[in-house]
């Protein structure tokens, strides 16, 4: 089975630019979750969806991104206006509902100049 | 306040010695606990898990985690460590309740010597 699926791998990109970061969930799985990890911060959860619905956002660092799951197979984390603290890994995870581990994507490295 | 503590940032040991890593929770339901491993460059990877029954769980790569509730830890152990388990180790809690974001400690580095 194809585990989570994200894209790009790397992203390098001018301060000011808009960033699209691209998930695919596993299969089956209903809710998904949207981290960013950095050295000084470790692992934070930015949002998770719940059947495609946003259930909680409190992470979101601030109103220059937002993300969407228009359906079940696919999620998008946004960055707009992108700026260099900014720059992580983005990863993606994905866990069933009667499930409670969590699998992840490889990640999405972002460095914004 | 909900949290998880991994007292160790860096641990360097040589290989085919025993590795211990520890974690320690503050969680106000019945837990259910994880291990991640990270490698380099790489997404997070379950390693092993607990929800309930027997206190000592078994995982992939040969490691294994002990529950101890009297102590609020689960303690990640490998008895022969080999190169290949240099990574970043994540130790992390949840529920099966409404709640489904886990909370995570902030990793162990793990270096390996040969």
């Known amino acids: 089975d194809a585990g989570v699926i994200q894209s790009p791998r790397h992203e390098v990109t001018e301060m000011g630019q808009e960033v699209t970061l691209r998930c695919k969930p596993i299969s089956g799985h209903d809710y998904l979750f949207w981290y960013r990890q950095t050295m000084m911060r470790g692992l934070e959860l930015l949002i998770y969806?719940?059947?495609?619905?946003?259930?909680?956002d409190s992470g979101m660092p601030e109103d220059r991104f937002s993300a969407k799951m228009p359906n079940a197979s696919f999620s998008t984390l946004k960055i707009q206006p992108s700026e260099p603290r900014d720059s992580a890994v983005y990863f993606c995870a994905s866990r069933a509902s009667l499930r409670a581990e969590q699998f992840f994507g490889p990640g999405t490295r972002l460095t914004v100049l | 306040a909900q949290s998880v503590t991994q007292p160790d940032i860096h641990i360097t040991v040589s290989e085919g010695a025993s590795l211990e890593l520890r974690c320690n929770y503050s969680y106000g339901a019945t837990p259910y606990l994880f291990w991640y491993v990270q490698s380099p460059g790489q997404g997070l990877q379950l390693l092993l898990k607990?929800?309930?029954?027997d206190t000592l769980v078994q995982g992939i790569k040969g490691f294994e985690a002990e529950f101890k509730r009297s102590q609020s830890s689960f303690n990640l152990r490998k008895p022969s460590v080999h190169w290949s388990d240099a990574a970043e180790y994540f130790c992390a809690v949840g529920n099966a309740g409404n709640n489904r974001k886990l909370i995570w400690g902030l990793g162990t580095s793990l270096a390996v010597n040969p």
């Open positions: 969806f719940n059947n495609n619905v946003p259930i909680d």
């Open positions: 607990y929800f309930s029954g």
